[in-house]
């Protein structure tokens, strides 16, 4: 059952005869339409009309537009305006540059800019680890992307990508108070986006890779990583395999199993995938199954792609052949990072007793969890209105705040690790149950327990 989401959010001005009672006829049109209103005004009242503004969530962009109609189609309704809330809050893009000094008399000027600027330049020069000291870089971050992998969106180029780099950055700054900033590259050559971020290095404390598709993204991060004295750090591997793992492990703690016990059943073997099973084997997995859109990976699998070469020196011991609805069977754990509504109902009643489901494709999860919930024990998706949100932002903004901190410059495994155990120990024994195995993401604990766990690695 699809839900609505603010993400669909409309507002619609309404016109109508106060004989007609134009807000019962609107309220009954947008609840038969399966739309929920959030607020409700009258913006006018007079004598021959009444004005409403219906503020309303909706599934999808095709709902928003039956909602509409559904209020047309009445003959005493007159609609005169549809507002697109999401679109109304991205106008003019949502960041901007503020001054961290004040700028109002010549003295003012003469410190931050000439002829005073000048001695901290110097000052750079003499000894360049001032930079970080005495310029933006110690609190920089640059989320680099060549659009090639955006969200669910695929390869739509930098500039259809800069609204959610923007997004990304203005959660840096909301829950680490870091200063991220969109670098969206018009090219998908490795060695180009290689140069580029490292020409522009020098201005940032840190490098967030970003929706950059594979195998790309892994030689770009591995080449930055040899070149740069800074962090990089690509939140599409790493920022999930942490919250997975951080996910997992409280998961476990309801359903009374141990990691290395636990046959685990993998749905995607891309960037996030891969990522995932490599720090659950770093975290004691021994037994994971991998299946990509060809089938299961196993030991006669013919491929280059170095991230299924890895599934085949690393997973599936027993070498399992047959399908992902037999690989099912007995499974204790299911993480889907892959493609929306590929398990059946009967894969999930085939797993082990107390079965975890991560089913974690956006927009849409390999299967819905209201069904998952009738056999598997704890449920996760990817979604901001289902319980359990593996969300990313619970990992990225902690680790950079953490790095900035330390002045480091190598993100390692134990890093990670330290990272995933910080987050699950924000939820406490006494809030732990199958509906809450990660914080919020608005606990303002999350941030300060991650950057003080990679702190401590570094």
């Not at 080449?223 to 790493?238: A, E, G, K, T, Y």
């Not at 990522?275 to 859109?293: C, E, T």
């Amino acid at each position: 059952m699809a839900s609505t989401s603010p993400g669909y959010g409309i507002t619609i001005r309404v016109e109508g005869s106060p004989l007609a009672q134009p807000v019962a006829l609107v309220t009954a049109a947008i609840t038969d339409a399966g739309a929920t209103i959030t607020a409700l005004d009258v913006v006018e009242s007079l004598l021959e009309k009444v004005v409403v503004d219906v503020t309303c969530d909706t599934i999808d962009a095709d709902h928003a537009e039956q909602i509409t109609k559904a209020i047309s189609a009445h003959p005493e309704l007159t609609v005169r305006k549809v507002s697109d809330r999401t679109f109304l809050l991205h106008l003019g893009g949502k960041l901007e540059v503020q001054s961290k000094v004040p700028l109002k008399t010549r003295d003012d000027l003469s410190r931050a800019y000439t002829p005073g600027v000048a001695r901290i330049c110097q000052a750079i020069v003499d000894d360049p680890s001032d930079a970080r000291r005495l310029t933006i870089k110690r609190n920089t971050v640059a989320v680099v992307t060549d659009g090639s992998a955006v969200l669910g969106l695929g390869n739509i180029g930098p500039a259809a990508a800069l609204p959610v780099m923007e997004g990304k950055a203005a959660l840096f700054k909301r829950f680490a108070d870091v200063d991220a900033w969109p670098v969206c590259l018009d090219t998908q050559d490795v060695d180009e986006i290689v140069r580029t971020v490292q020409l522009i290095a020098p201005v940032y404390g840190g490098i967030n890779l970003e929706d950059i598709s594979a195998p790309r993204c892994f030689e770009v991060e591995r080449r930055l990583r040899d070149l740069l004295d800074i962090p990089v750090f690509h939140d599409d591997q790493h920022g999930t395999a942490i919250v997975v793992l951080a996910a997992l492990r409280n998961s476990l703690k309801l359903v009374k199993k141990n990691l290395s016990d636990c046959k685990i059943v993998m749905s995607g073997a891309g960037a996030a995938g891969t990522a995932v099973a490599r720090l659950l084997m770093q975290s004691g997995a021994k037994n994971i199954i991998a299946f990509d859109a060809a089938g299961v990976i196993h030991k006669d699998t013919k491929t280059e792609d170095p991230m299924r070469l890895w599934f085949i020196e690393n997973c599936n011991p027993s070498n399992f052949t047959g399908t992902l609805s037999e690989g099912m069977v007995g499974a204790d754990i299911f993480i889907g990072v892959s493609a929306a509504n590929i398990l059946k109902e009967s894969d999930v009643s085939s797993m082990g007793k107390d079965s975890i489901v991560f089913a974690l494709a956006n927009p849409d999860p390999e299967i819905d969890p209201y069904i998952a919930r009738k056999y598997a024990r704890v449920v996760a998706t990817g979604r901001s209105d289902q319980p359990n949100q593996i969300n990313n932002v619970l990992a990225f903004p902690g680790i950079f705040r953490g790095l900035l901190d330390a002045n480091a410059h190598k993100i390692t495994d134990a890093l990670l690790i330290a990272s995933a155990e910080a987050i699950a120990d924000c939820v406490s024994p006494e809030q732990l149950n199958a509906s809450f195995i990660v914080p919020s993401v608005f606990d303002p604990n999350v941030v300060t327990a991650v950057a003080a766990a990679v702190k401590k690695c570094v």
